[in-house]
C-alpha cells in the first residue's frame, strides 16, 4: 500500500453550469492541489446530472475537457499531472437516453483522462450502467475498467452485498455502485504505482510520464469481451500486481520526436515464439480544440516489424459500428497505439533475428512529442547510490542483461523462498558479481 499517501477533497458544483462547459471552479482547485498541497494525480468521481436533456451533452469535447488536457501536459501548472474519471452510468435508465453507445462524460472525453468503466467483480461482467464509447470524433473511451459493483443482475444475497463498500462521509461505511466505484481503484493501483516508480527509479526515473502511468495500465489490463480494445471496456480490466512489475522489469522506456520526419527504431529479440508479442505507444498530446472533428494534434504511429520484414499495424476501431471487432489497420484518432502479434512462431517466419519496433509521426505540428512505450524490453539494470532492489523478469524476450554501476558494491542480500525461517533474506557472501543473479529472483544491493 501507498502507506503515506494523503487525500486532498473538493467539493464539486454536481448539476451546476460548472459540471458542463465551465472552468471556473476546476481551474483554480487543481491548480491549489497541485501547488500548494503537492497533488500528484486527481481521482474524479463526478461529472454531469443523468437526466434526458444531458443526453446530447455525452461524448463532447469542451473547454474543460481542454483544460484538463493541459494539466496533464504540465501547460497550467509547473508539472505534468496524471488524471482518472469516472467514464459515467449513463447507460441506466435514469438518463432516459436511446444509446449505449457514445455516453461518456465530457470530461471523461479528454484525451489524456484515464476514463474508467465499471464491471461486476464477482464475474468480470460488464455492468448495466457503465458508460460506452465512442466519443463524438470517434475515441476510444473508455480505456480501462476496474470493479464498480459486484453484481448489478441481482444474482446476489442479501440484496446489499452486490455493490462495492468502502468508506462515506460521518465516518462510515456503505455500498454503492457506479463508475465512481471504479475509478478510485485505478487512482490507488497509480499511487501504488509512483511509490513504485520513487522506490526504484527505474531507468533512473522517479516521476514518470502521464503517459508512462496509462500504458503500463493499459498494456497490462485482462481484455475482456472483444478481442482488442473496445468501445465498452477499452483495453480491458486493471491488473495492480502485473503493472508494478512492469516498473520492477522496467519493461517501459520514455522517449520523443523532434518533428514529423523523425523515426525511432528499437530492436529485441524474443526467446518464445509461441507467446504473443505487445506493444503499446501513449503520449500525451496537446489540448485539442472544443467541439472539433477532430481533436488530436500530434499523430504518431506504432509498427512492428518481423525478422522476415511483415510489418504489424496498431489496431482500429470503426465508431460507425462500434459494436465490431477491433481490426488491425493503424490508428490514427487516438493518442494510444498497440500492436499484437498472437503467433509470431507461425511458419517459423519471425522465430529468429531481431524484431524493430518502430515510431514515426503522421504529422507532429507541435513537435518536440514526449512518449512512452511499453513491451519486455532487453533487460538493463542502473544502480543509484544506497539501497537498490532487484527483481529479475522470469521471461524476458532478451535473457541477457546490461548493467551500469556507478559506484561500489558493498553488500548484496537474495531471497530464499524455500527457508523455514521467518525471514528469507540471506546476504550473499560469495560475490557481488551481479552478472552471475539468477532469473526470476529478487536481490537488495547496497552501493556507496
Not at 451546476?16 to 492541489?33: C, F, K, L, V
Not at 463524438?136 to 441481482?154: E, H, I, N, Y
Not at 503520449?283 to 480544440?289: K, S, V
Not at 542502473?382 to 539501497?387: A, D, K, P, Y
Amino acid at each position: 500500500m501507498a502507506t503515506k499517501s494523503s487525500i486532498v477533497a473538493y467539493e464539486s458544483d454536481y448539476g451546476s453550469t460548472s459540471s458542463y462547459n465551465n472552468t471556473n471552479q476546476i481551474e483554480p482547485e487543481y491548480s491549489e492541489a497541485i501547488n500548494i498541497y503537492g497533488a500528484d494525480l486527481a481521482s474524479n468521481s463526478w461529472g454531469i446530472e443523468s437526466i434526458p436533456s444531458n443526453c446530447p451533452k455525452f461524448g463532447d469535447y469542451t473547454i474543460v475537457s481542454e483544460l484538463l488536457d493541459k494539466f496533464v501536459t504540465g501547460s497550467v501548472v509547473s508539472k505534468r499531472f496524471p488524471i482518472v474519471w469516472a467514464n459515467g452510468n449513463e447507460r441506466s435508465d435514469v438518463t432516459g437516453c436511446t444509446h449505449e453507445y457514445n455516453t461518456t462524460l465530457p470530461k471523461a472525453s479528454s484525451k489524456n483522462v484515464i476514463g474508467v468503466g465499471a464491471i461486476n467483480s464477482n464475474d468480470k461482467s460488464m455492468t448495466t450502467f457503465s458508460s460506452w464509447g465512442p466519443v463524438d470524433d470517434g475515441r476510444l473511451k473508455p480505456d480501462v475498467v476496474a470493479p464498480g459493483c459486484t453484481d448489478d443482475q441481482g444474482t446476489l444475497t442479501p440484496i446489499d452485498d452486490i455493490g462495492i463498500t468502502s468508506t462515506i462521509i460521518d465516518n462510515q461505511y456503505g455500498s454503492m455502485c457506479g463508475t465512481s466505484m471504479s475509478a478510485p481503484h485505478v487512482s490507488g493501483i497509480m499511487a501504488l504505482m509512483l511509490q513504485q516508480f520513487q522506490c526504484l527509479r527505474p531507468h533512473n526515473i522517479e516521476t514518470p510520464l502521464p503517459s508512462t502511468l496509462k500504458a503500463i495500465l493499459m498494456h497490462t489490463a485482462k481484455d475482456l469481451n472483444n478481442t482488442g480494445p473496445d468501445y465498452t471496456s477499452g483495453y480491458g480490466l486493471v491488473n495492480a500486481t502485473l503493472a508494478i512489475d512492469y516498473i520492477i522489469y522496467r519493461y517501459f522506456r520514455e522517449e520523443n520526436l523532434s518533428s514529423s520526419s523523425e523515426t525511432d527504431t528499437f530492436n529485441f529479440t524474443i526467446n518464445d515464439s509461441s507467446k504473443p508479442i505487445k506493444v503499446t505507444l501513449v503520449w500525451d498530446d496537446p489540448a485539442g480544440a472544443p467541439f472539433a472533428s477532430k481533436e488530436l494534434v500530434n499523430d504518431l504511429d506504432l509498427y512492428l516489424k518481423a525478422p522476415n520484414g511483415t510489418i504489424f499495424r496498431s489496431w482500429t476501431l470503426d465508431p460507425n459500428n462500434p459494436s465490431s471487432p477491433a481490426t488491425k489497420n493503424g490508428n490514427t484518432r487516438d493518442n494510444i497505439e498497440q500492436v499484437y502479434v498472437e503467433n509470431p512462431g507461425d511458419d517459423n517466419l519471425y522465430t529468429n533475428g531481431e524484431w524493430q519496433i518502430i515510431v514515426n509521426a503522421t504529422s507532429c505540428p507541435q513537435c518536440t512529442q514526449k512518449y512512452s512505450l511499453v513491451y519486455k524490453r532487453p533487460w538493463e539494470i542502473n544502480l543509484f547510490e544506497g539501497w537498490n532492489f532487484i527483481s529479475l523478469p522470469i521471461v524476458p524476450y532478451d535473457r541477457s542483461f546490461s548493467t551500469t554501476v556507478d559506484n561500489n558494491v558493498s553488500a548484496i542480500f537474495y531471497y530464499n523462498g524455500t527457508a523455514e525461517e521467518w525471514m528469507g533474506w540471506y546476504r550473499d557472501e560469495q560475490s557481488n558479481d551481479i552478472t552471475k543473479w539468477d532469473i526470476g529472483k529478487g536481490y537488495w544491493v547496497d552501493t556507496d
